[in-house]
């Protein structure tokens, strides 16, 4: 009776499986799922939905890569970067994915490869404000000040209020001329 029990449930199994690759949306529905789970911050769920998503469509490139921010969520890095290096491979013309990777090759205090991220996701996206507040945050940590408080400026040009306070904590104010209303940034100068 237990044999045939553990026989049914294989099949039952393996039918549900084989109805889940015929699916017509290719794994849709898994990462539908996945990023539910990311957005509640459930990112072992979000890990097993995106791993289905990619079993269903093993070219899914966003699912690659969300796959590797929940990793990187929790803090396992070397899975992270295995998924954003494949994301990668499927679509290199994704700025996202060179951040994400950046991101955690910096958490890795890997902070030369995460800067080399950073330059290829600005190259494709050179308005992401937050890219260029992590670089010059990498900067910072390989004590290049010069090029961490070039990037803090871009970034507080672009709007980014951590960048703001990055460049108010080392001394360096923000005048206004009142004449231009942009972005509310137009230069920068020293405290004295």
């Known amino acids: 009776m237990k044999k045939i029990f553990i026989v049914f449930l294989t099949l039952l199994l393996l039918s549900a499986q084989i109805c889940m690759a015929q699916s017509p949306d290719n794994g ?3 990462y539908k799922k996945g ?3 990311f957005d509640s911050r459930n990112y072992q769920e979000a890990i097993n939905a995106f791993t289905m998503a990619i079993k269903l469509n093993p070219k899914n490139a966003k699912a690659y890569n969300n796959r590797g921010a929940a990793y990187n969520n929790l803090g396992n890095y070397e899975p992270a970067l295995a998924d954003f290096n494949k994301s990668i491979a ?3 013309q ?4 060179y951040y994400n990777r950046g991101a955690t090759n910096y958490n ?3 902070f030369e490869q995460a800067i080399t991220d950073f ?3 600005i190259g494709l996206n050179p308005e992401d404000a937050n890219t260029y507040l992590d670089r010059g945050i990498a900067y910072d940590r390989i ?3 010069k090029l961490a408080i070039a990037n803090m400026k871009r970034a507080a040009r672009l709007g980014s209020q951590q ?13 206004q001329d009142e004449g231009k209303k942009s972005f509310g940034l137009n230069y920068f100068t020293k405290r004295k």
Do not use: M
């Not at 994704?94 to 994915?97: L, P």
């Open 28 to 30: 849709g529905e898994w």
């Open 35 to 37: 990023l539910k789970y």
């Open 90 to 92: 499927f679509n290199p």
């Open 94 to 97: 994704n700025a996202k994915f």
């Open 108 to 110: 890795l205090f890997k």
């Open 119 to 121: 330059d290829k996701s």
């Open 143 to 145: 004590s290049n000040y």
């Open 163 to 175: 960048a703001k306070n990055y460049l108010n904590r080392h001394g360096i104010i923000l005048l």
